[in-house]
């Protein structure tokens, strides 16, 4: 009777190796591909921080906390030339579809620090763009999209508070010049065009 518990017990744990292997191995290789790279692609991890933090005075964006579809949209605009950055579009295209989707959940499980904005310590036209934005002008406040204090929502609208004033800047000008592709119904090329140079550096001054 025990030789027959054992035998069971051991063909138990067999049958679960494989799926306990597969259970975390989308992890295991997003972590790898963030903190080590692969042989064509280097680590993540140099540019975008240790654990998606990004780098502010780099101009490298967070990616922590973010959503994992969106990432991996932004992957595959990449991998099809279609979202143009000579670095990302090198990287993505040689990730397969795996990789990309593998170290998007990565980033997306990684634990997101949204700094606090305090529309009391900003200049008043970035508080009201925030909070209020221009309707005479058809822009709606930044954080009825973004979020009540620009962390982002769950519906995988990004984050923009606690990202490089740079990045931020440089991505309103991509949408601003037709260089960053748009969904339909997506309003940030509408956005973008509407904002005045000195609104942007603003709001990207007021977001960091």
């Excluded at 306990?20 to 290789?29: D, E, F, V, Y």
């Amino acid at each position: 009777m025990k030789n027959r518990k054992r035998i069971f017990a051991t063909l138990l744990m067999l049958s679960a190796g494989p799926l306990a292997i597969a259970g975390t191995s989308t992890n295991t290789l997003g972590e790898k591909i963030a903190r080590k790279g692969t042989g064509d692609v280097p680590a993540c991890a140099i540019c975008h921080g240790d654990h998606g933090e990004g780098n502010i005075k780099a101009g490298y964006p967070r990616l922590a906390g973010m959503n994992a579809e969106y990432l991996d949209q932004q992957m595959t605009l990449y991998a099809q030339d279609e979202r143009k950055n000579r670095i990302m579009q090198e990287y993505a295209q040689k990730l397969s579809i795996a990789e990309r989707r593998a170290v998007s959940d990565y980033y997306a499980n990684q634990t997101a620090h949204s700094p606090h904005i305090d529309l009391k310590t900003l200049p008043p036209q970035a508080a009201k763009l925030l909070q209020v934005g221009a309707p005479n002008r058809g822009i709606p406040s930044c954080f009825s999209c973004h979020g009540d204090n620009g962390q982002g929502n769950k519906d995988g609208i990004a984050p923009i508070a606690g990202q490089s004033a740079i990045y931020f800047i440089h991505q309103m000008n991509a949408w601003r010049f037709n260089e960053r592709p748009v969904t339909e119904g997506n309003p940030m090329a509408v956005i973008a065009k509407t904002l005045t140079l000195k609104e942007i550096a603003l709001l990207a001054h007021a977001l960091q």
